[in-house]
């Protein structure tokens, strides 16, 4: 499967997977790894779909190696909130849960979900390959949509499959990694819904407890379930 963008490897909506009222959920959400380069077909699609509030995780090594090509243009809001926890592999497959936990109580996940909440257009958030920090931001907003635990880890794998060809040219680079820590491992989404839900209980009280108020996580839902038809 490839994503949404030419010119990106992982880049994709939400709008396959339903809500637990029964609503299809937004188009105007996107998932992405990094956009390095943005061909200008790409560009102009991300304007039409009114896909303007860009949100980079990655840290300042990775922003100084790969620059995200939306960083410096004007028709775009970009907002950077470096995200140190998962921006390595785990030392181990069981890790990879743990790891997804630091992320979700790093200390600027809660201005990303805030970001997303106050956006005044759709959003594209990323991280370098669009898998484990992106993971992590996108499992919390379908389970607030009530998305079922099955339906995000196969949103989850979706990134092995985009990420083939980047993931297979790391490991070659680092023999030593297990390629199940990094090639999106079924288990390890599902343990970390579990550990999430059996520290939080739900999403919404996991937002409130990283600082958003009662107003932004229902705006978060709300923008999850706003397909860009609604506009129209």
Not at 1 to 15: A, E, P, W, Y
Not at 154 to 182: A, C, F, G, Q, T
Not at 191 to 203: C, N, P, Q, V, W
């Amino acid at each position: 499967m490839s994503g949404l963008l030419r010119s990106t490897l992982n880049t994709r909506t939400f709008d396959k997977y339903i809500s637990s009222d029964g609503t299809r959920l937004s188009d105007r959400i996107l998932r992405s790894d990094v956009p390095e380069q943005l061909s200008p077909d790409d560009r102009a699609l991300l304007l039409e779909k009114h896909i303007t509030t860009i949100i980079d995780m990655r840290t300042s090594e990775e922003v100084q190696r790969h620059k995200n090509a939306l960083s410096d243009d004007d028709e775009f809001v970009y907002l950077w909130y470096p995200i140190v926890e998962g921006s390595k592999p785990s030392a181990t497959l069981d890790g990879v849960p743990y790891s997804y936990m630091k992320i979700a109580e790093s200390e600027n996940i809660s201005n990303v979900f805030k970001a997303i909440a106050d956006a005044d257009s759709g959003v594209m958030f990323n991280c370098t390959a669009g898998k484990d920090r992106t993971g992590v931001v996108s499992a919390v907003l379908l389970l607030l949509c009530g998305v079922p635990g099955d339906a995000i880890i196969d949103d989850y794998v979706i990134s092995r499959d985009n990420n083939r060809e980047r993931l297979e040219r790391y490991l070659s680079e680092h023999p030593e990694v297990d390629r199940e820590i990094v090639m999106a491992n079924e288990k390890s989404m599902a343990r970390f819904i579990d550990l999430f839900t059996e520290k939080y209980g739900s999403a919404r009280k996991y937002l409130t407890e990283a600082g958003l108020s009662a107003a932004q996580t229902e705006n978060i839902r709300l923008k999850m379930l706003m397909r860009r038809s609604d506009h129209e």
